[in-house]
């Protein structure tokens, strides 16, 4: 693998081919925020709160570190008021539907993003899609999934398969950076699933 | 049909087709395009292949359901050739008079012929009528010529000769020189170079590569792309086989939205053709390239015109864009190069290398070259599909072609470049028609839908509605599209519905700012176009709308009250009687007033109150005047006073 050296804050750093800034980022220690990454999981560029700035051909360009690759020379600035402005967009549009979770009460703090700000909806869900993906990616087993699309896209559980697997698995129950996936699973079971309530083996 | 294994063949199949066919019998050409066939053109080809039968006309004319001329205002058009007389609005009973008068005695039916609205002026000939004078019709003027289900009647005007002149008269790279030097962009809204784009795959070292024809078409209001594809499918094979001959390409796909039937099954009927005569398949016309292509209906996703979405959702998983910041033309389809053109911009491509370069640039401006086809529909006397020269401008188009505002209205704007683009004020309706001049004023090319909008139009309902349409096409995945739009929307509904408050607007743009800026895919990243250009052009009736609580266009129902003028209401009935919320209090020879309570503001009695009185009227921003008392309702008529 060819090494290519770039700038990250100012800061001389190493990485090899075919690595995205956010990796690059994380080897040489410098944090970037991020809810929808996994380090087992295929770059999905959905939260978009790992946004960061590349000077690209004598411009400054947005792009999202967990997807964008990383090029000789290239600079990168993880922080700068546009990007803390989205950030802290982004976060109040989250908080919106899961105020309490505390992945985004963290963020919130050091971005200053307010809580409050747009009206509650308490669906709970950041549609993060790290137990869609877990499942899978990782376990293969596709128990949960998207359904739906815009505004009014959910995750939810296939009986059929939820009833077969997720009993002796629910690994993605820790991924979830709300309540949200929980949630889910106990409606499918307690709708669809009613017999696991009495034999759990 | 026997395949044709050379260019010599294929020109002695061109000359037999052409020797069956004599230039002087009369053809009676019926537009069966969708626009037309929904105003009863499929009746009105019935009727002439039975009258030609009744008068004995079967061997000396012939009749034709062809692909769409564009008018559609003015269905079923038809041309009879070959003195290509043009007759409009066309029914069945009609018939029997055009095929005894026209086709028998050689003369004109006056009243079927177009009519200047204004002079009253007639005009015998398609090039006659302004709608189609002012065109430049390259690709769309062979529509009305062809049987779209007739491969012959495309090998008739020289179909496939572009591609047999690419196999065997020139190398890819000659082929990729002149589409570069053409400087064909992208006709399906990004407007990136089309010869770039290809370079791009043809340079990429993988072996397998893959062409696509975007034909998931899904702008409101527009259907450009349904129109070539429907009218003249082996036009956008032909460029797609040149395309992927040019690449390096193997095999092709026609992503076309199912919503398009008409289309899906002449593209079908079309590659079948094509394969049974050699142009697809194995060494095609004995050239040794092989060239196949499969049809994928699209599940009806407004975001899988989106480049990345489209190529997901044919490998057959949910149709949701992927990040990307290595481009399609490298790693697209399957990991693999891939080249994806829309309809047009294939189109365009046998047009180039028959005619060249040098002769496709001599239309359009420095940056857009050629011509582009744009539907022009809403508040506009001529709908329909238009196909002008790059570098027009706004005001002929919408003026000399679309024949301006009906109902003696004032323009407002025109919104170009479909949900993502933007709307363009009347001030600067000189603007010329090209990609960077439609950006640069906040709007853009897209696929050119052209919906014109007049003095009734309300700029924040428009953005509201494209707004309402996206959300809706949004897949959902990334935050500041989804959530983004969630909250625009809910800021637009409140200002349309007089509960919009101070600093709305400035969370509008910062809300915009972040979707463009941080969106994944196109979808979101334009989807504030629509909202930013009428804050643009058109701030004054935010303000208005959250201020003032008044609608200055008298559109928003929320922000509007209707009111009998007690002077000018002539106790008709009319709007009495029609009002379906039972609201009108009145009576014979007694004063309407409406009861505000229970008017639910359809606008029933402004529009059935006659002109002459013109009662009814719209009130926004000012209390609704009380109503007169009782006793003053009372109408005393002069002729019953004698």
Redesign the interface.
Known sequence: MREILLQIDGKKVKAREGMTVLEAARSAGISIPTLCHHEKLEPYGGCRICIVEVEVRGGTQIVVSCVYPVEQNLVVRTRSEKIDRIRKMILELLLAHAPDAFALQDLAKEYGADKDRFEKEASFCIHCGLCVRYCAEVKKKNAVGFVDRGTRREISFIPEIASRECWNCKECFPLCPTEALQAAFVLTQALFLPHLHSNPS | MPRINSPEELEKVRQEILSRRDPSKPCISICAGAGCLASGAGEVIAAFKAEIEKQGLTTEVNTKGTGCPGFCERGPVLVIYPEEICYLQVKPEDVPEIVSQTIKEKKVVDRLLYADPTTGEKATHESDIPFYKNQERNILGSNIKIDPKSIEDYLAIDGYSALSKVLFLMTSEQVLEEVKKSNLRGRGGGGFPAGRKWEGSRNAPDPIKYVIVNADEGDPGAFMDRALLEGNPHSILEGLIIGAYTIGSHEGYVYVRQEYPLAVENVNIAIRQAEEYGFLGRNILGSGFDFTVKVHQGAG?F?CGESTALMTALEGR?GEP??K??RSNIVGLWGKPTVLNNVETWANVPLIINKGADWFTQFGTEGSKGTKIFSLVGKITNTGLVEVSMGITLKDIIYKIGGGIPGGKRFKAVQTGGPSGGCIPEKLLDLKVGYDELTKAGSMMGSGGMIVMDEDTCMVDVARYFLNFL??????????C??????ML?ILNNIAEGKGREGDIELLE??AE?AV????CALGKSAPNPLLSTLRYFRDEYEAHIKEKRCPALSCKELIAYHIDPDKCQACMICLKQCPAEAVIGGKNRIHVIDQEKCTKCGTCFEVCPPRFGAVQKISGEPVPAPIPEDARTIVRKSKEK
């Open positions: 996703a975001v949910a992927r990040p910041y290595v959300i809706d096409e949004s897949c959902g995945k990334c935050t500041p989804r959530e983004g739009m969630r909250q809910k910062e809300l972040v800026d941080a969106s994944l």
